[in-house]
DNA sequence: TTGAAAGCGGTACCAT
DNA sequence: ATGGTACCGCTTTCAA
């Protein structure tokens, strides 16, 4: 295996009789240089294949042209449109992106913090885990004056711009569409109250079940705790078997939705004309099931190319932004699980 | 914006009143350090959140802990958990990972390298783009002495490790799946024969027919040009309309599968009965479409992370290692779509 | 066991 | 227009 050392500007000025100060002024072609010169250095490291040491550059201006982006998980539809909006646009921008992901658990998301600090990124894309609620560790940019943006799930504790669904509309438009099929006792299988997408769909939700003079009952909204196919399965059937039996049921989620579909078409319920099922996250498996699920539409790729947008504007004016939040609109889905 | 420098080992060392070089030795337990000043420096430095400057480090070690990931495409279920167990593995081991994705142009793989070389990482984990034909943007980490692996789709061109799904052998198996259920007239929905996945899950399948004194027929191997869910049910039209008409559809994969089966039915086609149709990849898709989908599980984690830990063992060993390929074993997983 | 200092490869400031 | 040099933060050799 070669290991042959890449030549350096000290070997340039070495070879060529100039100082090293000269050698690198001309190749980044400075005011003050005479042209022969700029053109004796350049030709001579072209023929030698000279290329920079970008660590030692690096090192220098304590800038790596590298973002890190930290997710919950990485398999999972929706986050693996984020990252890829995030990549586009940062590649585009001549920048790099570090990738970790948490498993939503604290710990974890204090190792890739710490990790990308170790690794000297210039900005942080970070969606929080479920688990945070210490938030140290992503302050920690902050204080070193390093732009963080945090897009879907964030933190109120950290004052940093904020790229997320337009949650309460989103579930507002949902459970309206809903009503407007006829469904009356629309119940919600919501996330845990701690998480803010979950408060915000919820408030959508009762908004809208007030604003059409609909019967609102707490038994009517179960919370997953890891939003999972077993635990809406199991809610479907803790729903079911209510005397006050809903007749639709708008889920946190696409995957839980799926669970609630095997559990009615287990139970003999068929949908959407005795239950009406409505998702979240437009999964393709939503376009998939049997009947296909009606979903939310939240635009992934959009909110990621958002959020790194907004992290190399600030890059570029050497600010940390304003405390701003941006809510991507959504697009509501129709498909056969609300078509009564 | 505060601007508060980070800690240094200067700080460190000036602030206890011992050198620099003792905090750094403190800092990493070398031998010769007294266990009071070890003691003492880590106190420190955890107290105030000291964390190494590995630009510095990196600089003075010519490494940067960090490799470069390449893939066709991140939204996509098999890319993500391969993605995902390289992560795992190599942030279990301090090492971060920068990646790009090139939707399957040259052109963007090419400006991927050229940003992976630049940000100077210490080796490349990379599934090269369908329409990669010259490798010299790759080779040159092989030049550098760099160890670059590759997984999924690779180049016989590179002389590199290898890590991939056994093609042959689970195309082999799910055919044979097929003859047992009693299909007789098996097509298969292929990829191009440029590509080597398709050319070993194209020779297992023909293996299978031939081992077991079936007919192949040419007219019943499509070649997929973009591997969609349209092509699918394009070429589902057109193997069910040809005079000798098969009754089994070995798919490429199981979004291919989706749109076989999406043509079936809109055609009235009985699956299982009348035409058995098997994916391949396992994606979650698979699992909700009606009837299930018989696939072949690639185990897409566990890809990724073989991949990390080898790219890590030749790390560690400051080698390119051999020009061994690893073929990671699948499991054929039995549905509806197949039972007769 | 500890300290001093060189040096990694550049950049940029201060002289000349 | 060019040269000299300090310096970024850390590791490591040499001395004490």
Same mark, same amino acid.
């Given at each position: 295996m070669s290991d042959k050392r890449r030549i350096t500007l000290k070997d340039i000025a070495r070879e060529l009789g100039i100082s090293v100060s000269t050698a690198s002024r001309a190749l980044n072609s400075y005011s003050g240089i005479s042209a022969d010169t700029i053109k004796l250095v350049k030709d001579y490291a072209e023929k030698h294949h000279y290329v920079p040491n970008s660590i030692a550059v690096n090192f220098r201006k304590n800038k790596t042209q590298t973002i890190g982006?930290?997710?919950p998980e990485l398999v999972h539809p929706f986050f693996s449109a984020v990252i890829s909006g995030? @990549?586009?646009?940062?590649?585009?921008?001549? %920048?790099?992106?570090?990738?970790? #992901?948490t498993d939503e658990k604290a710990k974890n998301e204090i190792l890739a913090c710490q990790s990308? @600090?170790?690794?000297n990124v210039d900005g942080l894309l970070i969606s929080i885990a479920n688990e945070t609620t210490n938030i140290d560790h992503i302050q920690e940019f902050l204080d070193e004056g390093k732009p963080v943006i945090q897009f879907d799930k964030f933190s109120e504790l950290l004052d940093t711009p904020k790229v997320i669904?337009?949650?309460?509309?989103?579930?507002y438009s949902a459970v309206k569409h809903l009503i407007d099929q006829g469904y009356r006792k629309i119940a919600h299988i919501n996330g845990l109250m701690a998480v803010q997408n979950s408060i915000d769909r919820f408030k959508g939700y009762k908004k809208a079940l007030e604003d059409h003079g609909l019967e609102y009952r707490e038994e009517w909204v179960p919370h997953c705790k890891?939003?999972?196919?077993?635990?809406?399965?199991e809610f479907a059937k803790q729903l079911m078997n209510l005397p006050q039996r809903p007749d639709a049921i708008f889920c946190i989620t696409d995957l839980v939705a799926l669970g609630v579909m095997n559990y009615l078409k287990s139970a003999g319920i068929k949908v959407p004309e005795q239950v009406g099922v409505m998702g979240f996250s437009n999964w393709k498996i939503s376009e998939v099931?049997?009947?296909?699920?009606?979903?939310?539409? #939240?635009?992934?790729?959009k909110i990621g190319a958002k959020s790194a947008e907004i992290l190399l504007n600030l890059l570029k004016e050497n600010s940390q932004g304003?405390?701003?939040? %941006?809510?991507i609109e959504t697009d509501l889905i129709i498909r056969e699980s609300t078509l009564k």
């Open positions: 982006m930290i997710v995030a @990549i586009s646009r940062a590649n585009a921008a001549g %920048y790099r992106l570090l990738i970790s #992901q990308m @600090i170790g690794g669904t337009d949650d309460f509309e989103s579930a890891s939003i999972s196919e077993g635990e809406g399965l099931m049997c009947p296909s699920l009606s979903t939310v539409d #939240q635009h992934g790729f304003n405390h701003e939040t %941006y809510k």
